[in-house]
């Protein structure tokens, strides 16, 4: 609860710090972009974040990184072929930015277009081999398709342990290896619970245990989990967009359902 609430603090000093960034140069793209940022990852405000993040598109539509996230708010918002939109001209801008090409991935697959999103996915681990977002997101659509070894090789090419240990959890269910895969997912809960509610949540959703994937949204949902901005097209709680709770956790957060 300290770190929590240690975080929270850092967070409120993070927007006071843009506040001023938008008061002394309010002509000024950067202050908007961060001050939108924050309010998409951490304030949850979504309005607040469009108003900035459009302010701050307008200032410098030249700007990929603004690009970038602003095309997240509008994902975040389930409009996704304005996202797709918004991602598309940030790789023209910047070819590079692997961030973008990630998202953009995510976005095409959340519109039905699995194909352009694996290609997507592909461009941006050519950029950066070990793009922890791609990675992921690459072994995801492999555990969706019924490759669970290829996506238990990508999982553990990653560091974090917890990207390790839920990747584990997740590919060792598919392979039909229920000890190993509780093994894993009991590692995860008892040493990383407190900051992993969402990929707790994952897991169980994609090991058919509705109850407890809602539990532990719950769980994310009183941490405030930065990783919710991204619940609508989380691609393994897609098993959970048909029972009711969905829309109703979706209701908390202000987002819109369907």
Known sequence: AASLETHRALQQRALAAADKAVAAGPELADGYAARGWL?????????????????????APGNARILLEYGALL????????????????????????????????????????????ATWSRALEISPG?????????????????????????????????????????????????????????????????????????HAFRGEKDAAFNWLERALQSRDTGLARIKYRMLLGSLHADPRFDAFLRKLNLPTG
């Open 131 to 203: 793009h922890l977002f791609a990675v992921r997101e690459m072994a995801f659509l492999l555990l969706l398709e019924g490759k669970p070894q290829q996506a238990l090789a990508l999982f553990r090419q990653t560091t974090p342990d917890w990207s390790k240990l839920s990747g584990e959890a997740l590919a060792q269910h598919a392979l039909g290896h229920r000890d190993l895969s509780q093994a894993a997912l009991d590692r995860l809960t008892a040493q990383l619970g407190d900051v992993t509610a969402i990929q707790i949540a994952e897991v």
């Open 39 to 59: 309010r998409l990852r951490a304030q949850w405000d979504w309005p607040g974040a469009e108003a900035d993040l459009k302010h701050a598109f307008a200032l």
């Open 75 to 118: 994902a975040t918002l389930g409009r996704y072929p304005e996202a797709i939109a918004m991602e598309e001209k940030a790789v023209a801008l910047d070819p590079l930015e692997v961030e973008a090409w990630s998202y953009l991935g995510s976005y095409y697959y959340a519109h039905g277009e699995k194909e352009r999103a694996r």
